[in-house]
């Protein structure tokens, strides 16, 4: 599976931006989809995450209420929508898919595939 994620770019604290990811080589069916991302000198962290198969969801703490996680079949392409961006989230923002992930949806290393990532910025 190829992945390949665009969307970000700069906005003002408070605006919004919609990521994609889409998916080549191979349909997303089966697979559970992420995002995470890592700002300079942190860690990557798990920002959300959907199964295809069922379309649950899962956010980090952070992210709930200002972050949605969608997909469209059609376009094997999920995409997610931020609003109430802040300057924390700053950071380059990666999409990975894996399957047979289960309890560890939450961690970078359950999932085989990595987008190149795409970087967010926001100003405050």
């Known amino acids: 599976v190829q992945l390949q994620a665009f969307g970000g770019g700069l906005v003002q604290a408070g605006g919004s931006l919609r990521l994609s990811c889409a998916a080549s080589?191979?349909?997303?069916?089966?697979?559970?989809v992420g995002w995470f991302r890592q700002a300079p000198g942190k860690e990557r962290e798990f920002v959300a995450a959907i199964r295809w198969s069922g379309g649950s969801t899962y956010y980090a703490d952070s992210m709930k209420g200002r972050f949605t996680f969608s997909r469209d079949y059609a376009k094997n392409t999920v995409y997610l929508q931020m609003n109430s961006l802040k300057p924390e989230d700053t950071a380059v923002y990666y999409c990975a898919a894996g399957r047979g992930i289960s309890s560890t949806i939450y961690r970078a290393g359950a999932y085989d595939y990595w987008g190149q990532g795409t970087q967010v910025t926001v100003s405050s």
């Open positions: 080589g191979r349909t997303f069916s089966s697979y559970a």
